[in-house]
């Protein structure tokens, strides 16, 4: 009972202290929505940067997030992987007729891409940095999963809206970032694939939603039935990305527990 106490009590501080933290930091340039969302975003990110060094220093050395080893692996692994998920996504929701991309007129600037990538570092340093790797040093792998799943829904409520395939596959997404996190053994594997998930989804195809201010390129279009096409919700409410989320998160999965069956019969 004492160490879960202990447990809840450092996930409490470190998840409301970040929270209130970023929440309290003013963001400037209110007239410039370009700096505007680069900040909205670098803010909350630094914050948790923080917190997430002290905290770590804190456990002095029991818990570590793996970061350096096998960086440019885990880097181009979860990119490749990301460019195969929102390719195969949106090719056959083009080749089946569900979905249609017409040329938008919005010009972008490079500092969208800059905001979102940060966007994305800060959900997976959140979500797979200190409390996953509590969690996963405390109590286990399966703990430490299904925890951030878990929070990783929570933070994407706006899926609840959209509907049961959209729950299911944000669950399913975070599921599949945790295996190729455990099969790459190195965060910038996730973080990679989501970036390319988010960037040519949302900036570039406009299927994937993020903060309402963020432009798109093109202009992504559903046409078949809500279940293929996602409707109005696009791409993440289809239940094509299900299946694929599904497949990606077994395949790694297994990836992952080969390596520490291989490493088990080696010591």
């Given at each position: 009972m004492k160490k879960f106490l202990l447990i809840t009590l450092k996930l409490l501080v470190f998840f409301i202290g970040w929270a209130v933290t970023a929440g309290l930091l003013p963001v400037p340039c209110?007239?410039?929505?370009?700096?505007?969302?680069?900040?909205?975003e670098l803010i909350p990110f630094?914050?948790?940067a923080v917190f997430t060094a002290v905290f770590i220093i804190a456990e002095k050395g029991e818990v570590k997030i793996p970061c350096l080893r096998s960086f440019v692996k885990a880097a181009v692994s979860g990119t490749l992987t990301g460019a195969l998920w929102i390719g195969a996504a949106v090719g056959i929701m083009l080749f089946t007729?569900?979905?249609?991309?017409?040329?938008?007129s919005t010009a972008i600037s490079p500092m969208w891409f800059?905001?979102?990538?940060?966007?994305?570092c800060m959900q997976e340093l959140l979500i797979r940095g200190y409390i996953y790797q509590l969690l996963k040093t405390k109590y286990g792998l399966p703990a430490a999963v299904i925890f951030t799943t878990l929070l990783f829904t929570a933070m994407h409520g706006g899926a609840f809206e959209a509907g049961a395939v959209a729950v299911i596959n944000v669950v399913t997404m975070s599921l599949f970032a945790s295996a190729i996190y455990e099969a790459e053994g190195n965060i910038f594997a996730p973080i990679a694939a989501h970036t390319v998930w988010n960037l040519l989804g949302a900036l570039v195809i406009g299927g994937v939603s993020l903060a309402e201010d963020y432009p798109h390129i093109y202009e992504f279009t559903s046409n078949g039935s809500k279940l293929l096409s996602g409707s109005g919700y696009k791409i993440e409410a289809s239940i094509i990305v299900t299946m694929l989320?599904?497949?990606?998160?077994?395949?790694?999965?297994i990836i992952a527990k080969t390596k520490t069956t291989h490493k088990e019969v080696s010591q």
């Open positions: 209110e007239n410039d929505p370009v700096l505007w969302r680069f900040f909205a630094a914050a948790l007729g569900i979905s249609s991309i017409t040329k938008g800059v905001s979102a990538f940060i966007n994305v989320n599904i497949i990606l998160a077994a395949i790694f999965f």
